[in-house]
T-cell receptor, first 112, second 112 residues
Framework: GQSLEQPSEVTAVEGAIVQINCTYQ??????LSWYQQHDGGAPTFLSYNALDGLEETGRFSSFLSRSDSYGYLLLQELQMKDSASYFCAVRGLSGGSYIPTFGRGTSLIVHP | DTEVTQTPKHLVMGMTNKKSLKCEQH?????MYWYKQKAKKPPELMFV???????INESVPSRFSPECPNSSLLNLHLHALQPEDSALYLC???????????FGQGTRLTVV
């Protein structure tokens, strides 16, 4: 099976930098993704790491270390609109199919 | 067209009703997914279609019946649902079953 761990809640102030960590256990690992979801909305794809290292997309960066089964999402220059839930998701291979599984989500609260 | 479109956005149905949820994408994606999401919880995978064939059924009760008429369309037929089936039902698609997924806005289902 697959399992992911991420903090349930993170708080920060506008303009700050915050890091949301994710550790995972899976068989046949095939990439770690990050999604943002605002209350009442649908998950929005943010980033995907299949190889070790840092991927940067604007204010958001995502990092992966496959040897440590660990990744993180880094949000810089926080804005109030970044308050949302952030999910890490991993794809593992099972029975010839790729099973995408979500972590329990991290609620990010940005204060003025 | 870079969207996954779901209809209806909201649905209220009785326990004896039969209804269908629809999902459409025109991005040439060959993998399509149904997820169920309860409030404050992560999306839970229900079904995966890969190249119009059902590749994953996560032990979903038979009152939920998926259908993939063609590579752009995915339906979820609902029959004899229970109040605890009330949730946000999310459709997603990806280029292949091992690449990042993009979500529709979901159908908020209430079973009365």
């Amino acid at each position: 099976g697959q399992s992911l761990e991420q903090p349930s809640e993170v708080t920060a102030v506008e303009g700050a930098i915050v890091q949301i960590n994710c550790t995972y256990q899976t068989s046949g690992f095939y990439g770690l993704s990050w999604y943002q979801q605002h209350d009442g909305g649908a998950p929005t794809f943010l980033s995907y790491n299949a190889l070790d290292g840092l991927e940067e997309t604007g204010r958001f960066s995502s990092f992966l270390s496959r040897s440590d089964s660990y990744g993180y999402l880094l949000l810089q220059e926080l804005q109030m609109k970044d308050s949302a839930s952030y999910f890490c998701a991993v794809r593992g291979l099972s029975g010839g199919s790729y099973i995408p599984t979500f972590g329990r989500g991290t609620s990010l609260i940005v204060h003025p | 067209d870079t969207e996954v479109t779901q209809t209806p956005k909201h649905l209220v149905m009785g326990m004896t009703n039969k209804k269908s949820l629809k999902c459409e994408q025109h991005m040439g994606h060959r993998a399509m997914y149904w997820y169920k999401q309860k409030a404050k919880k992560p999306p839970e995978l229900m079904f995966v279609y890969s190249y119009e064939k059902l590749s994953i059924n996560e032990s979903v009760p038979s009152r939920f019946s998926p259908e993939c008429p063609n590579s752009s369309l995915l339906n979820l037929h609902l029959h004899a649902l229970q109040p605890e089936d009330s949730a946000l039902y999310l459709c997603a698609s990806s280029y292949r079953d091992n690449t990042e997924a993009f979500f529709g806005q979901g159908t908020r289902l209430t079973v009365v």
